[in-house]
């Protein structure tokens, strides 16, 4: 059926029930009537191509269940695609919401279009990436024309959101060199557009031409995902001259696309000290006007490679109670290499602790029913019903298989002291045997 409305935005301030606006409403316990003036507003976005047709659509926003995103693709150095769809299967499997297509070698369409024909989360690209690979030319020879031939090409492809770095401007390459950050700049698409205005001497293309991306953005609907160029590489840079800088930008920039209703997310830092974790995300919901934040981490400490997927769910934890929506997985590779099906595993169920100890936190309905389906089955020692309320059954299974204990119905843990056993038999009026 042809569509009468451009974006979701566009839906809701014209009061169109969109078939994603009433699945998210469903999946939210909300009534449509009070999701509609959400993602009217922008403090809702429903990132969902109008070519991809196979997703089943989420909300991203503070009020919703906290989403999670999965990063994937090949590299120079790994560069097997089946293995990357397998990631893809198992991260949708264990509940990751939205998959963020990173490859940055070969021909990356076959595998962007397999991902938008087939794959049911939110796909998400950095067209930047791909700029240099698509054309196969050193990045000081491309044009701003060229960047945005990739994003429309992404838009065709059927991309739900995009990461554009456009609030980074020729100000902030005297802002890098000024402030003397200790880690630069750390996004990899934040320092290839730096890297571009250094060598060319133009401005950043993503905000000099941003009125023709969001002509783009609105034809597909195309969710932006504003980069944080300048986000904190580790905790001396956090909540800097440069951050903040950019994060004003956003704002501005924020406020131009939903002038052309077009759906944005802000993305965020970084490495930031837990004590700082809750000012930045009041700072950005002020400044970019409750759009949607979408955080990488933010990893608490910097010495722990090998346990990101740690410092980064300690961090988004504290960010999803304090506003943030859209949390990105950090793996234990970060910082390291190319994550391998396991690492995205810790990652993913790392990230999605995160968000559900976050949702409980918020008191978002329904959260806490699986965690007291847990306790009930915890009480009565019912190990299978304690299985079905698992993140990872598969592992609690292994341990308790591989440790099994004397007592049937209790755990090696404390055997026949096992506490659980002893208060069912003495409220019940048995006799409790241990010896
Ligand atoms: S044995 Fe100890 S750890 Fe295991 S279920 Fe009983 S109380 Fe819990």
New binding site residues.
Partial sequence: MERNYATQMDAARRGIVTPELKKVAEKEYMAVEDLMPLVASGKVAIPANKLHTCIDPEGIGSMLRTKINVNLGVSKDCKDYDVEMQKVLSAVNMGAEAIMDLSSHGNTQPFRRKLTSECPAMIGTVPVYDSVIHYQRDLDTLTAKDFIDVIRLHAEDGVDFVTLHCGITRKTIDQIRKHKRKMNIVSRGGSLVFAWMCMTGEENPFYEYYDEILDICREYDVTISLGDACRPGCLADATDVCQIEELVRLGELTKRAWEKDVQVMVEGPGHVPMDQIAANMKVQQTICMGAPFYVLGPLVTDIAPGYDHITAAIGGAIAAMNGAAFLCYVTPAEHLALPNLDDVKQGIIASKIAAHAADIAKGVPHARDIDDKMGDA?RV?DWEAQWDCALDPETAKAIRADRS?EQED??S???K?????SMNKALNGEHIDIL
């Fill in positions: 915890r020692l204990p209790t755990c843990m404390c055997g002291f096992c506490a659980v056993r």
